[in-house]
């Protein structure tokens, strides 16, 4: 009964900004690392940045100054705040629960004009 749920995802113009969601059922998402993945048409799915137990956060290089991860513990969520959007940015985005492989079903984000 362990789910993990994306939303947020979207159209949104180049430049543009959108907030991604990942709601757990089933289990307390902060005793664990969360991370944030994507992938594209073609491309290997990529690690999108990591926020651990303790709250830190790292990012990959490619969205490295532009997106940000948080958690808000009492509501059980993970946040993907994407700023500065490109067109390169279009992916499927998905949250998974280090140590245990939970995956959610993802969210597409579309950066286009």
């Known amino acids: 009964q362990v789910q993990l749920v994306e939303s947020g995802g979207g159209l949104v113009q180049p430049g543009g900004s959108l907030r991604l969601s990942c709601a757990a059922s089933?289990?307390?998402?902060?005793?664990?690392?969360m991370g944030w993945y994507r992938q594209a048409p073609g491309k290997e799915r990529e690690l999108v940045g990591v926020?651990?137990?303790?709250?830190?956060?790292t990012y990959g290089d490619s969205v490295k100054g532009r997106f940000t991860i948080s958690r808000d513990n009492a509501k059980n969520v993970v946040y993907l705040q994407m700023n500065s959007l490109k067109p390169e940015d279009t992916a499927v985005y998905y949250c998974?629960?280090?140590?245990?492989?939970?995956w959610g079903k993802g969210t597409l984000v579309t950066v286009s004009s």
């Open positions: 998974m629960m280090f140590g245990m492989n939970y």
């Open positions: 926020i651990t137990r303790g709250g830190n956060t």
């Open positions: 089933g289990i307390i998402l902060s005793i664990n690392h």
